[in-house]
């Protein structure tokens, strides 16, 4: 007991807080300023004109969740509330469906941020938006900058939905070129592919506005959250409302050194890592430690969350808690500590508000990957390699495929959706570990060299 304690005071020593990114719109920066709704508005007046029209009957329609996870983001949730709609109708104050402040003076929509991460997740498509509902096609426009952080007077890249009922609801705010290939008049079904998260417009930062309206004038808006303080309407809008707060944890993960958060709009570095080569030494760390981070969204002050690192077996190699001393929207917390010395899978853990979140990661020698290359048919070659190397393998499905450099950064990623996959890494030698992922999570990982 005495030694676990002095380990712990140690392992505390080098814990560090990572600086904490929100990026929000507000009353000085609207995610949608009146000229801009005015232009919509006059838009889909005219578009509405040349489709045929089902009329208003009320709130029939229910919505899914606008945004999805894309194939490769493993994150064990990937957003926060920004901001949701303002029902305090005069001007300066605001407040909640839920009586609460996390709106802003005059917001009528949702605002939906991806995190942590939010313009890696932008640049890599990690987070789509889809239709809430089967719908026409009213409104669509791509082709603008993407990557904003303050209020200016440019339009989003969205698209507007007219539903079945004659409710309509706008994704504002998408990814520069990724905006749905189909034209005004065209129909798409619930769960279809929209976009991707952007920071078009007039936007702090990647994050969805998702606003609805019961009808097709902005006078008729709603608030698909039913609560105590939805000055609106009664009933909730959604097939299954979410929690107003969904305290959890969205992310546990472990890196090679410190990630990095610069400011908006440049993409954050992630040093991210599941494969540790013995002995490893993090640029900036003690010699054997990485980072272990975690992410918490729509944090409780007092509130205590347990981590643990869990050996091959699931018996516990190291545990501590964390105490929060403010509530936070998002928080992002991260610990150096001492990594097991036996080559095997091993798994951190974290656990807040009863919502666990948990990622592995591979202790290697340095002989290869010894006992964790699996018996699949799996084959990479030539190794070692002038940089362009061919994947073969028998099972091909939805499995991915990392590639690492020897201080643990990734520097490929691909899907694999073909028996033969020529990958070019390019001719800086080294050595390279990649990690293959099947769609059942099995990993399987290994060693190659480039001369
Ligand atoms: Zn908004």
């Known amino acids: 007991m005495k030694i676990t304690t002095t380990f712990i005071s140690l392992l505390l020593f080098f814990s560090s807080q990572a600086q904490n990114k929100l990026t929000e719109n507000?009353?000085?920066n609207p995610c949608i300023t009146d000229v801009e709704y005015a232009e919509l508005q006059k838009q889909i007046s005219?578009?509405?004109k040349h489709l045929p029209q089902s009329g208003y009957r009320g709130a029939s329609v229910t919505l899914n969740w606008p945004l999805k996870p894309a194939a490769?983001?493993?994150?064990?949730s990937y957003y926060n509330i920004a901001a949701y709609v303002d029902h305090d109708a005069a001007v300066g104050p605001f407040k909640d469906f839920n009586c609460g402040t996390n709106s802003?003076?005059?917001h009528r929509g949702t605002d939906i941020a991806t995190w942590p991460f939010n313009f890696y997740k932008m640049d890599n498509d990690l987070v789509e938006v889809i239709a809430a509902a089967d719908g026409t096609i009213i409104a669509v426009h791509d082709g603008e900058f993407d990557r904003n952080c303050s209020s200016n007077n440019l339009t989003a890249n969205y698209v507007m939905i007219q539903h079945s009922d004659g409710s309509t609801a706008l994704y504002w705010h998408m990814k520069k070129n990724s905006v749905t290939q189909k034209i005004v008049g065209q129909t798409v079904v619930a769960g279809e592919k929209l976009g991707v998260v952007g920071s078009s417009g007039s936007a702090s930062g990647p994050h969805l506005h998702f606003e609805v309206w019961a009808g097709a004038d902005v006078s008729t808006r709603i608030d698909p959250f039913a609560g105590n303080c939805n000055s609106l309407n009664q009933n909730s809008w959604w097939a299954s409302q979410?929690?107003?707060?969904?305290?959890?944890?969205?992310?546990?993960s472990v890196h090679s050194t410190d990630i990095v958060l610069p400011g908006c709009p440049t993409t954050e570095t992630l040093n991210e890592s599941s494969i540790y080569e013995m002995?490893?030494?993090?640029?900036g760390l003690p010699a054997g430690y990485a980072k272990f981070y975690i992410f918490i969204r729509d944090e409780i002050n007092g509130m205590s969350g347990t981590m643990s690192i869990l050996n091959p077996d699931q018996s516990t190699f190291a545990t501590w808690t964390y105490t929060s001393t403010a509530d936070n929207k998002i928080k992002t917390f991260g610990w150096s500590k001492k990594l097991p010395t036996v080559a095997g899978t091993y798994t951190f853990k974290a656990t807040y508000n009863g919502v666990t979140c948990s990622s592995t990661f591979d202790?290697?020698?340095a002989a290869g990957v010894s006992a964790l290359v699996s018996e699949e048919k799996f084959s990479v070659y030539p190794?070692?390699?002038?940089?362009?190397?061919?994947?073969?393998t028998a099972m091909v499905g939805g499995q991915v495929i990392f590639f690492y450099n020897i201080l643990g950064a990734k520097v490929y990623e691909a899907k694999i959706t073909s028996s033969k996959t020529e990958i070019n890494l390019g001719n800086q030698s080294g050595v390279y570990f990649y990690q293959l992922t099947s769609p059942d999570q099995q990993t399987t990982t290994g060693k190659i060299v480039i001369r």
Do not use: H, W
């Not at 490769?72 to 064990?76: F, P, V």
């Not at 107003?244 to 992310?251: D, I, M, S």
């Open 383 to 392: 190794n070692p390699s002038s940089g362009v190397i061919t994947l073969e």
């Open 26 to 28: 507000n009353s000085e």
């Open 46 to 48: 005219e578009n509405l």
């Open 242 to 252: 979410k929690a107003a707060k969904e305290t959890g944890v969205v992310r546990a």
């Open 72 to 76: 490769g983001l493993t994150d064990c």
């Open 104 to 106: 802003y003076d005059g």
């Open 279 to 283: 002995p490893f030494q993090g640029p």
């Open 363 to 365: 202790m290697t020698t």
